[in-house]
C-alpha cells in the first residue's frame, strides 16, 4: 500500500516535469532560435540545424555601419520618448488617480465612468483626427508629439493605480493631514513611498508601450533620423524580412533585449500590478 | 443687504474679472481680464468660420477658374480639416464657458461674504484654497485637458464620420467635397451585398476568435500555474521565470518571429515536421490552417499572463480551507474541485470579461502574424483572418473608406462597451469601493 502510493506520487511527479520541460521548450524556442539566427552566417531563413557552425556578428555591425539604417540614432530617439514618456504618465497618473482614489467630489462617479468608456474605443481611429490636430499645431514629425501623446493616452488606463490606492487605509493621511501636511506633501511623504510597486508597474508599462509603438510613430515621424527603434523595425521587416533574414533577427534581437530583461527583473513588480487589478475587478 | 453679491454676479457676466474687481481681488481679476481678452481674440475672427465648417463641410470645390486670360486652379474647402478645426474651436469654446461660469458664481460668493460683512480673500488665501479644498480638480485639471483633445476629439470626430461619404474614390478632400449623409453608411454595411458579407463573415470569426482565444489562454494559464505549484514540484521560481518569457519579449519582435517559424516553405516548424516524416502545412497561407496558427500563437503570448494571475490567486487561497478538508477526509482531487478551482474561477471573473473584451480587439496577434491574410475573394477589403478591429485599420489607411471603418468603429465600441460596463457595474470594486477605508 505505502509502496503503490510511492510509486503512484513518482509517476505524477515525472509527468509533471515532463510536461513543464515541454513547456519550458515551447515558451524559450522561439527566443532561442531568433538569437542564434542572428549569429550564423548568410542572410536566408532556412538552416539544416538549430545552431550554427561558425558565429558571427557581421549582422550586428551591419545594422550600425549601413547608412540605409541609423540603428544608433534609432536606438537613442526611442530611449529619450520612452524615458520621458514613463516620466510624465507615472506622474500624471499616480497624482491623477491618486485625487479619483482619496476625495468624494461631485462628478467622481461619471468620471470614472467616462474614463472607463473611452478606453473601450479602438485606439487608431482617433489616429486621423490626432495627426490632423498635430498638423495644425505644427507638431508634425516631432518627438514631443510623440510624448505629449502617450502621456495623455496613459491617464485612461490608471484603473489599476487607482484600486492600489483605494486599499491603503485612509487613516494614515488623516493622521498627517492633523499634523498639518498639504494634499501635495501627504501624496509625496506618506502615498509615494507606499506605492513603490504600483510606481514600478506603471512606469514599466509605459516605458514599452512607448518603446514598442510602431503604428501611431510611424504615423508621425516622418524622417528617418527621427524615427523610433520600432518604426525602423517595420521598415527593416517590410523591405528584408525575406532576403535578409538574419539581418532582421539582429534588429529584433537588440529592440526586444532591454525591455525583456527589465520585465524578467522587474517580474515581482509585474504579478503585483496584474493581480492587484484582479483582485479589485 | 443683497447689494454687493448681485452687483459682482451681473459684473462678472459683463466681463470676466470685473466682479472681481468690485470685490477687490485685483491679481484674479486680472488674470481673469486677460482670459477673457485672449478669448475673444481667439474666437472672433474662428467661432464663426467653426460653426460654418462642421454645418455644411465646406461649399467650395476645387476647380478651375478663369483669371485674367489663363485658368488657374483655386483651391476648395477641405471638408475634413474644417471638421477638425471646428471641432477643435467648439471644444475650447465649452471649455471657455466653464471658466465663464465659474467666474461668475465666483464673483457671486465673494460678493456675498462682503454682504455678511468679511473681505473677501487675498491671492494668497484663494491660492491655498484652491490647492487645499479644489486639490482634486487642480490634479485632474491637466489630464482632462490632454484626454479632451487627444481622445474625446478624435471619438466625436470618428463618431460624426459615419454620417458622412468621405470614402475613396469620389469624395476625398481636397479633390472634392465631403457630405452628410444621415444613416446611409450603416445602412450600406448592413445591406449592401458586398459590405454586409464581408461583416457578418468577419464579424462572426471575431466573435469565434474571441472566445477560443479567451477559453485557451485562461485554461492553459491554470493548467501551468497548478503544474507549478502542484505538490513535490521543485525550482519553482526557476519555471516561473522560463515561462514568462513569452510575455517579456515585445509582441512587435515575437509576433514578426512566429511569422517567419511558420513559414510554410523555410520555415523551422514544417522542417521539424519533415524529420517525423509528416508533411508541409500550409501554416499561414490556407484560411483554415491560419486560423488554427492564430490561435496557438496567441496561446503561446496569451497564458503567461492568465499564468502570473492565476499564481497570484491561488497564494491567497486560505490554508486552513485545505486543512479542514483533511479534517473531512477530502481526497486531492475533490480538495481541487471544491476549494481550488471555484476560488479561482471567482476572483479571476471580471479579468476573464476583461480579456475577452480585449481578445475582440486583438490587433497585434493578427495583424503583426497574417496581416489577416489569406485573401479572401469575396470579402471587401479583408481576408479570412482578419477581425474586425483589423479591418478597420485596412479601411482607414490603406484604402480611405474612411465612413465605413468609423461605422464599424462604433459597432466595435458597442460590443465592447455592453460587456465591460455590465462587468464594471457588478464588480466589487465600484459596489463597495468605499469599504476598505
Avoid at chain 1, 534588429?251 to 496584474?274: D, E, K, M, N, Y
Avoid at chain 2, 515536421?273 to 496567441?298: E, Q, R, S
Wanted: charged share 15%; hydrophobic share 50%.
Amino acid at each position: 500500500m505505502k509502496m503503490g502510493r510511492k510509486s503512484a506520487s513518482f509517476v505524477r511527479l515525472t509527468l509533471s516535469y515532463l510536461v513543464l520541460i515541454a513547456i519550458a521548450v515551447c515558451a524559450v524556442y522561439p527566443a532561442l532560435w531568433v538569437v542564434l539566427s542572428s549569429l550564423r552566417p548568410g542572410t536566408s531563413l532556412f538552416s539544416t540545424s538549430l545552431i550554427p557552425e561558425t558565429f558571427t556578428l557581421d549582422h550586428y555591425k551591419e545594422l550600425f555601419t549601413n547608412p540605409s539604417f541609423r540603428y544608433g540614432v534609432w536606438y537613442l530617439n526611442t530611449l529619450k520618448i520612452a524615458t520621458l514618456t514613463m516620466i510624465f504618465s507615472t506622474i500624471l497618473t499616480t497624482l491623477s488617480m491618486y485625487a479619483l482614489s482619496r476625495f468624494r467630489f461631485r462628478g467622481r462617479k461619471n468620471t470614472l465612468t467616462v474614463m472607463l468608456v473611452l478606453g473601450m474605443f479602438p485606439g487608431f481611429m482617433s489616429m486621423i483626427a490626432i495627426f490632423i490636430f498635430l498638423l495644425q499645431l505644427n507638431l508634425l514629425d516631432t518627438h514631443a508629439a510623440l510624448i505629449i501623446v502617450y502621456s495623455a493616452g496613459s491617464v485612461l488606463g490608471g484603473f489599476v493605480v487607482k484600486g492600489f490606492y483605494d486599499t491603503i487605509p485612509r487613516s494614515l493621511d488623516e493622521a498627517a493631514r492633523i499634523d498639518g501636511a498639504s494634499h501635495l506633501q501627504v501624496f509625496i511623504k506618506i502615498m509615494l513611498p507606499l506605492s513603490r510597486p504600483m510606481l514600478t508597474y506603471v512606469a514599466l508599462t509605459t516605458f514599452t508601450g512607448a518603446w514598442v509603438d510602431f503604428i501611431f510613430a510611424k504615423l508621425v515621424l516622418r524622417s528617418k533620423e527621427n524615427w523610433t527603434l520600432a518604426v525602423g523595425m517595420w521598415d527593416l521587416v517590410n523591405s528584408y524580412q525575406n532576403s535578409n533574414f538574419t539581418l532582421f533577427a539582429a534588429g529584433a534581437v537588440l529592440i526586444a533585449i532591454p525591455i525583456t530583461l527589465l520585465f524578467v527583473f522587474l517580474q515581482r513588480f509585474l504579478v503585483q500590478g496584474l493581480t492587484s487589478g484582479a483582485s479589485k475587478g | 443687504m443683497n447689494r454687493h453679491r448681485s452687483t459682482a454676479a451681473i459684473l462678472s457676466v459683463l466681463f470676466m474679472g470685473l466682479g472681481q474687481l468690485y470685490n477687490r481681488q485685483f491679481m484674479k481679476g486680472l488674470i481673469l481680464i486677460a482670459v477673457e481678452a485672449a478669448a475673444l481674440v481667439y474666437f472672433i475672427p474662428n467661432l464663426g468660420k467653426a460653426l460654418w465648417g462642421v454645418v455644411t463641410l465646406g461649399e467650395k470645390t476645387q476647380g478651375l477658374e478663369k483669371v485674367g486670360r489663363i485658368m488657374v486652379r483655386v483651391d476648395g474647402d477641405h471638408s475634413v480639416n474644417l471638421l477638425i478645426s471646428g471641432l477643435i474651436t467648439l471644444l475650447v469654446l465649452a471649455v471657455f464657458i466653464i471658466i465663464y461660469v465659474m467666474n461668475i458664481r465666483d464673483a457671486y460668493r465673494n460678493g456675498k461674504l462682503r454682504d455678511q460683512g468679511v473681505a473677501a480673500p487675498d491671492f494668497q488665501k484663494t491660492w491655498a484654497h484652491v490647492t487645499d479644498k479644489n486639490f482634486p480638480h487642480l490634479m485632474l485639471a491637466i489630464p482632462a485637458l490632454g484626454v479632451l483633445f487627444l481622445t474625446i476629439m478624435p471619438i466625436i470626430f470618428m463618431i460624426m464620420l459615419a454620417f458622412t461619404n468621405y470614402a475613396s474614390p469620389n469624395h476625398i478632400p481636397p479633390k472634392s467635397l465631403v457630405d452628410w449623409v444621415g444613416f446611409e453608411t450603416f445602412a450600406n454595411l448592413l445591406t449592401l451585398k458586398t459590405w454586409s458579407r464581408t461583416f457578418f463573415g468577419v464579424f462572426s470569426w471575431t466573435i469565434i476568435w474571441a472566445v477560443i482565444a479567451t477559453v485557451t489562454t485562461y485554461f492553459g494559464g491554470m493548467l501551468v500555474a497548478l503544474l507549478i505549484e502542484s505538490k513535490g514540484v521543485r525550482f519553482k521560481k526557476l519555471w516561473r521565470t522560463l515561462f514568462i518569457i513569452p510575455y517579456a519579449i515585445p509582441q512587435l519582435i515575437s509576433l514578426l518571429v512566429m511569422r517567419n517559424l511558420f513559414n510554410g516553405q523555410f520555415g523551422p516548424v514544417n522542417q521539424y515536421l519533415g524529420y517525423f516524416g509528416l508533411g508541409k502545412l500550409p501554416w499561414l497561407t490556407d484560411p483554415f490552417w491560419a486560423k488554427v496558427t492564430v490561435i496557438l500563437v496567441n496561446m503561446w503570448v496569451g497564458i503567461p499572463v492568465s499564468m502570473v494571475l492565476i499564481l497570484g490567486v491561488l497564494t491567497a487561497i486560505p490554508k486552513d480551507l485545505y486543512e479542514a478538508a483533511d479534517v473531512d477526509g477530502a481526497t486531492g482531487f475533490q480538495k481541487f474541485k471544491i476549494i481550488t478551482v471555484p476560488f479561482i474561477l471567482f476572483s479571476t471573473a471580471p479579468i476573464l470579461i476583461m480579456q475577452f473584451a480585449g481578445n475582440i480587439n486583438n490587433f497585434n496577434v493578427i495583424f503583426l502574424l497574417t496581416n489577416g491574410d489569406p485573401v479572401k475573394g469575396d470579402y471587401q477589403f479583408a481576408g479570412s483572418t482578419d477581425l474586425l478591429v483589423t479591418w478597420l485599420y485596412k479601411l482607414t489607411l490603406n484604402n480611405s473608406q474612411f465612413n465605413m471603418a468609423s461605422a464599424i468603429g462604433i459597432v466595435i465600441f458597442l460590443i465592447v462597451a455592453s460587456f465591460s460596463i455590465w462587468n464594471y457595474r457588478r464588480s466589487r470594486s465600484f459596489k463597495e469601493e468605499d469599504m476598505i477605508q
